[in-house]
């Protein structure tokens, strides 16, 4: 019974402090456009290219053992920080989505909202992706991959680009 009550408090810690990263950490209403600024690029092709299955059976064919454990260990640490950059980016995101929700513009508000659910659930995947990846490191003859990030981040982009559209018109209708 013991065991059992500590494995409950342990899975509601644990998804307490998943749903705490997932959602970043806020410290109130902030501008959108400074939180746009916050925002760094991410060459989602380099990163497709550092975990993509075919490169990796590439240099696994083409270099010795202990050569390719060494340049795949630098690769997994690569793109180890496009997805830490991809997860910070995330967590800003989820703030513009949130600031977005508040919006009195219908179109705004939904677009906001889809934001939010969007960039928690890429962050959840950062978070996920880099665990594989740093299994990855410890054992380099793994085959882990995290492509499916890229993907995600890419749909993000585009409901970006979509709010800000929508925050454009709203702004651009109340000035007439």
Avoid at 61 to 80: D, G, K, T, W
Avoid at 104 to 112: E, R, Y
Wanted: proline share 3%; hydrophobic share 50%; charged share 20%.
């Amino acid at each position: 019974m013991i065991i059992t009550l500590i494995l409950v408090l342990a899975g509601l810690l644990a998804l307490g402090v998943l749903v705490w990263l997932a959602k970043g950490r806020s410290s109130g209403p902030v501008d959108p456009e400074h939180l746009a600024g916050l925002l760094q690029p991410v060459d989602v092709e380099a990163f497709r290219n550092l975990v993509d299955p075919a490169e990796e059976e590439f240099l696994r064919a083409n270099l010795s053992p202990a050569a390719f454990r060494r340049i795949q260990r630098e690769r997994l640490r690569a793109a180890i920080e496009y997805i830490s950059c991809t997860a910070r980016n995330a967590a800003i995101l989820v703030r513009m989505g949130e600031a977005a929700r508040g919006s009195s513009d219908l179109a705004v508000a939904a677009a906001g909202g889809e934001l939010v659910d969007s960039a928690i659930r890429l962050r959840l995947y950062a978070f996920r992706s880099m665990v594989r990846l740093y299994a990855g490191i410890l054992l380099p003859g793994a085959h882990l991959s995290a492509v499916g990030l890229a993907e995600g981040y890419e749909q993000l982009n585009g409901q970006v680009r979509l709010l800000g559209r929508l925050e454009y018109q709203t702004r651009a209708s109340a000035s007439l």
